[in-house]
């Protein structure tokens, strides 16, 4: 007899944890039931910005097809709500007054974005009312509205200095509109990059064309366009920076409202254990963004300094796949092999890349120590632990900045602004937590007038795609194959289907593979 395990949520996440899991529904081990609140199947919610100024299709974001699936034997429901779970029955319970039964129930419920409170804006926490003119840039509709302020050369408001609201103020730009970023602190990335790189970042972002309002705070919204819509931003100094639309980027807050509702115990997201789990609930599990894995073992060393959710699709996406193989283990009654199966590894930190033309910047790591930062620079070196050293170059007139954080010659934080091929190469060395060589210059040097033309893909075993983790030499494969397009690669290989930064990469590996041919 089959297991019955339901999702809870129909994001990214959840459609990669389907798709590990049809192998044991084409078994017959598991009977799989899958509930979206929205009335698509899950798409690629990262790129909704790119959508949104006409860069790519909605069905080129589509990461699931609803009827194969059905077709698959999946219970498929869309455009629907849970309304609670009721772990005694272990049942769900929709909106349409139905109930589903679980044998596992797995909560892929996702974030929703932070509404700050405004006046003229009701921040409903679980489901915020935004007026017309006001967009959180989260779903297909959202980019509906920001595509028809990008075409008629609108002006543009983002509320918020994060590497999304960069990356939508850098489209916006320039594909013709005219855009303004407010955001608090000194400069943008406030709390993923340092002062020297935050400061040529800002003025990177305004040579691409985007207005920079910093340590400004605002208050409230206007709402005097013809329509009654959005009309401006208030800022507490008393000052308005007039626009047509406001987009809010200012972070995301998991969901865990469910959660709570049945009992579980959360803290900044849904808390689980290295095995996925739910605090004392061997039944329920969470993956991507709405998932905190802390264990409950007070004396676990890795729980001791963990952080909350990432944020990232790649990590929820690596998630997903653990967490099919476990389940498909247990559901086809290989409890003893599932209890042995190795723990979800550890995720090292996360790398932030910001593309776009005329701007190129790679962030990792803590990056917040100075050369001549004693206090900070000693900190933690006990024991023979070997300090941090700092190396730093800066050429704000080019809009160029490197500064490389190290211990033990390992990378503990970087930070490379203008400078692709230094920023790659670092990169990779950070990932691999590789040794820098002794002289940190031949880094710089990469970028130098004098090196030959960056050879996409070079190295197979280099990682071109960090969300699904694929190495160049897959997509080439893939191209060899008879991939021609960025699409199709994805298809194939499923890199690019996160978020984007390594579109420009396969597009380079696509062109080096049919440049011999058009010659």
């Excluded at 219970?75 to 609670?84: H, N, P, S, T």
């Excluded at 009992?263 to 969470?286: K, M, N, Q, W, Y």
């Excluded at 071109?464 to 190495?471: K, S």
Aim: hydrophobic share 40%; net charge negative.
């Amino acid at each position: 007899m089959s297991e019955q395990v339901v999702i809870v949520g129909f994001g990214p996440v959840a459609a990669r944890l389907v798709d590990e899991l049809l192998p044991a529904v084409r078994a017959g081990h598991v009977g799989l039931t899958v509930v979206g609140e929205e009335a698509e199947a899950a798409y690629n919610r990262v790129l909704v910005a790119d959508l949104g100024v006409g860069r790519t299709t909605a069905d080129a974001l589509a990461l699931s097809d609803a009827a194969a699936l059905v077709a698959e034997g999946v219970d498929v429901r869309l455009g629907v709500r849970v309304r609670r779970v009721d772990r005694a029955r272990q049942q769900v319970l929709l909106s349409g007054g139905d109930s589903v039964h679980y044998d596992r129930l797995v909560f892929a419920t996702g974030s929703r974005p932070v509404i700050p409170n405004l006046t003229g804006i009701n921040p409903d926490p679980t489901s915020p009312v935004l007026p017309a003119g006001v967009t959180a840039l989260r779903d297909l509709r959202d980019a509906d509205v920001l595509r028809r302020a990008v075409d008629g050369g609108k002006r543009v408001v983002v509320l918020g200095g994060g590497v999304l609201g960069l990356e939508t103020a850098l489209a916006a730009a320039e594909e013709g509109a005219t855009v303004t970023v407010v955001h608090n602190g000194p400069h943008p990335l406030g709390r993923n990059i340092d002062r020297g790189g935050g400061a040529v970042l800002a003025a990177g972002l305004r040579r691409c064309g985007v207005r920079m309002a910093g340590n400004a705070r605002s208050t409230g919204v206007e709402h005097n366009a013809p329509d009654g819509g959005f009309s401006a931003l208030l800022l507490d100094d008393g000052s308005a920076i007039d626009g047509d639309l406001l987009v809010i980027s200012c972070g995301v807050r998991p969901r865990t409202e469910l959660a709570e509702g049945c009992g579980l115990s959360t803290g900044a997201g849904i808390l689980v254990d290295h095995r996925l789990r739910a605090h004392h609930e061997p039944h329920i599990f969470a993956v991507g963004d709405c998932a905190e894995v802390r264990c409950p073992d007070p004396d676990c060393s890795a729980c001791r300094n963990a952080t909350g959710p990432s944020g990232l699709v790649g990590p929820g996406w690596r998630q997903a796949e653990w967490l099919a193989e476990y389940l498909t283990l247990l559901a086809s009654g290989l409890s003893e092999e599932a209890g042995v199966l190795p723990e979800l590894p550890a995720e090292k930190p996360g790398v932030i890349v910001l593309k776009a033309r005329g701007m190129n910047l790679a962030v990792a790591g803590d990056n917040s120590a100075d050369p001549w930062d004693e206090e900070m620079l000693t900190a933690g070196a006990v024991d023979g632990r070997p300090r941090l050293q700092v190396a730093q170059w800066a050429d704000p007139e080019h809009g160029r900045y490197v500064k490389m954080t190290t211990r033990g010659g390992v990378l503990e934080g970087l930070v490379a602004v203008g400078m692709p091929r230094t920023a790659a190469e670092l990169v990779g060395l950070f990932e691999r937590s590789a040794e820098l060589p002794a002289d940190r210059s031949l880094l710089l040097r990469l970028d130098g007038a004098d090196q030959p033309a960056a050879s996409s893909g070079a190295d197979r075993a280099v990682t071109v795609c960090r969300c699904a983790g694929v190495a160049g030499g897959t997509i080439a494969d893939a191209v060899a194959g008879g991939c021609s397009t960025v699409g199709e690669v994805s298809k194939s290989t499923r890199a690019g289907t996160g978020c984007g930064g390594c579109h420009d990469d396969i597009r380079g590996l696509i062109e080096k593979h049919f440049s011999p041919a058009a010659a």
